[in-house]
C-alpha cells in the first residue's frame, strides 16, 4: 500500500505572449477532445454499446488525421489523453447517481484548464517546462515545494479575471499518513464534547444516523450548533441575562482548543444540569452591551405587493394552452473558405510564380498579420491545408518566417509590445 502523502501546491505565473496563446489553444483542444469524446459516448450508449478509454484513444488517433481536427497534431498530446480519462469519471459518477449526465463543455462558461503528467513537463533548477514550450514558466514561488518531493501531475488553469495559476501534485516524503490508531484517538478525542453536552446531558446535537454521524464529526455545522447550545447553557445559568448579549466570536475562540482535546469542557465539580464550563464562563465574562429596547412592534415595510399592478407589455394576461406548432427548417450558411483537394506541382515553373516566392511575398504586404494555413490555402486554391502545415512549419524551422503560436506565422516576429 502507498504510504506516501499526496499534496498540491498552487502557484501563480506570468506566460509570454506566445506562451499564453500556446496555452489558450491548449484549453481550446482540450475541450473540444472533450466534447467530441462525449458524443462518441452518447452515441455509443444510445445504441447500447461501451466505450471505454482505450477505444477512445484510438478514436483521438483518428480524428487527428482528418482535416477537421488536423489543427490537434501541433498541441502536446497528454492534456488530450487527460481529457478522454476525464470523461469516464463523469459517466462513474452519473451512474453513481452522485451527479446528472454529463454536459457538453462551453467555450465561454467551461474552466479554461490543462493537466499534463510526468512526461510532458521538467522541472529542474526551480525552472518548470511544459511540453510544446521552449521557455520555462515565470513562476511565482510564494512557497517553496517539499524537499525531497516528486511531481506526478501539473495542472494550468486561468480564471475569469485573466489570471494564470499551476498546480503541482507532488509525493511529500515529510509528512506521515495518519495510522488507524492515530485515527481512533482523534475520532475519540472529537466526540467528547459529544459525550459530554449531546448524549449526557439529553441534547441530541448530532444526526441520530450512524452515517451522518461519520460525516458530521469534522463539519462546521455541528460545531456551530454545539457552541450555540454552550451559549444558552450559560445564559440560563444566570436568570435575566438576555441570550443576545452572548458573543459568539468569544465562544468560539475559547472552544478552539476544548472541542478538539475534549480537555475542561465539564469539569468534574460542574453541575450536570447546565453546561456551565470553561467556555460558559468565558461567555458570562464577556457579555455584549444590551440592545436598545423596542418601543413598538414591528411593522410590515411594504403592506402593498409591488406586482399588484402591470403596464402593458405585450404579454397576454392570461395563459393560453399552445394546440400546434410550426416549425420551420433553414439550412445554415457554410461561409467557410472552399480548401482544395490536391496540390499543384510547380517544380517546374518560373521561380516568381512558384509557391515559396507567392507566399513569402503575401506575408511580406502587412508584415504584422498573423496567417494561418487554412486562410493562405484557401487564398491560393493550389495546395492543400496538410501540404501547407507542413511547408510553413519546414520555413519557420529555416527562418524564412516565423512561427509566433500554433497555427500562426508572419512575415517578422513582433509582439503586440512592440507595436505600441
Request: charged share 25%.
Amino acid at each position: 500500500m502507498d504510504t506516501q502523502v499526496k499534496r498540491a501546491f498552487k502557484y501563480r505565473f506570468y506566460p509570454t505572449h506566445a506562451q499564453a496563446t500556446e496555452l489558450s489553444r491548449t484549453f481550446g483542444c482540450v475541450r473540444k477532445v472533450y466534447n467530441v469524446a462525449l458524443g462518441a459516448r452518447t452515441e455509443a450508449w444510445a445504441r447500447q454499446e461501451r466505450v471505454n478509454y482505450n477505444a477512445t484513444s484510438s478514436m483521438l488517433t483518428a480524428w487527428k488525421k482528418t482535416e477537421e481536427l488536423a489543427y490537434l497534431n501541433e498541441d502536446s498530446s497528454v492534456p488530450l489523453q487527460q481529457a478522454l480519462r476525464h470523461s469516464p469519471a463523469a459517466f462513474t459518477h452519473f451512474f453513481g447517481k452522485r451527479a446528472k449526465y454529463p454536459r457538453f463543455k462551453s467555450r465561454k462558461k467551461s474552466r479554461k484548464s490543462g493537466e499534463y503528467t510526468t512526461s510532458a513537463f521538467r522541472l529542474r533548477d526551480g525552472e518548470l517546462r511544459l511540453a510544446k514550450m521552449a521557455e520555462p514558466l515565470a513562476i511565482v514561488w510564494s512557497r517553496p515545494l517539499p524537499e525531497g518531493a516528486s511531481l506526478s501531475r501539473v495542472s494550468v488553469s486561468q480564471d475569469a479575471a485573466g489570471r494564470w495559476f499551476v498546480s503541482m501534485l507532488c509525493e511529500d516524503p515529510s509528512v506521515q499518513p495518519l495510522n488507524a490508531a492515530n485515527a481512533a484517538v482523534g475520532i475519540v478525542a472529537d466526540a467528547g464534547y459529544g459525550d459530554a453536552a449531546a448524549f449526557r446531558h439529553g441534547r441530541n446535537l448530532r444526526s441520530g444516523d450512524p452515517a451522518g454521524i461519520e460525516q458530521e464529526m469534522w463539519s462546521l455545522l455541528t460545531l456551530y450548533q454545539a457552541l450555540r447550545t454552550v451559549m444558552v447553557g450559560a445564559a440560563e445559568s444566570l436568570p435575566g441575562t438576555d441570550p443576545d448579549r452572548c458573543c459568539f466570536s468569544i465562544t468560539l475562540h475559547t472552544a478552539r482548543d476544548q472541542v478538539i482535546q475534549a480537555n475542561g469542557i465539564v469539569t468534574a465539580d460542574t453541575d450536570r444540569d447546565t453546561l456551565l464550563g470553561m467556555i460558559g464562563r468565558r461567555i458570562l465574562t464577556g457579555l455584549l452591551p444590551s440592545r436598545r429596547q423596542r418601543v413598538s412592534t414591528r411593522k410590515v415595510k411594504s403592506p402593498m405587493s409591488r406586482y399588484s399592478e402591470r403596464h402593458a407589455d405585450g404579454r397576454p394576461d392570461t395563459s393560453h394552452t399552445v394546440t400546434h406548432l410550426n416549425v420551420t427548417v433553414l439550412e445554415p450558411l457554410d461561409h467557410s473558405p472552399v480548401l482544395p483537394s490536391a496540390s499543384r506541382d510547380d517544380r517546374h515553373a518560373a521561380p516568381a510564380a512558384r509557391r515559396r516566392h507567392r507566399i513569402l511575398a503575401l506575408l511580406q504586404e502587412d508584415p504584422t498579420r498573423l496567417w494561418q494555413p487554412r486562410d493562405i490555402a484557401a487564398h491560393f486554391g493550389d495546395v492543400t491545408l496538410e501540404t501547407m502545415y507542413r511547408q510553413l512549419n519546414r520555413w519557420a524551422a529555416s527562418g524564412l518566417i516565423h512561427k509566433l503560436g500554433p497555427g500562426l506565422y508572419a512575415a517578422t516576429p513582433w509582439s503586440p509590445a512592440s507595436l505600441a
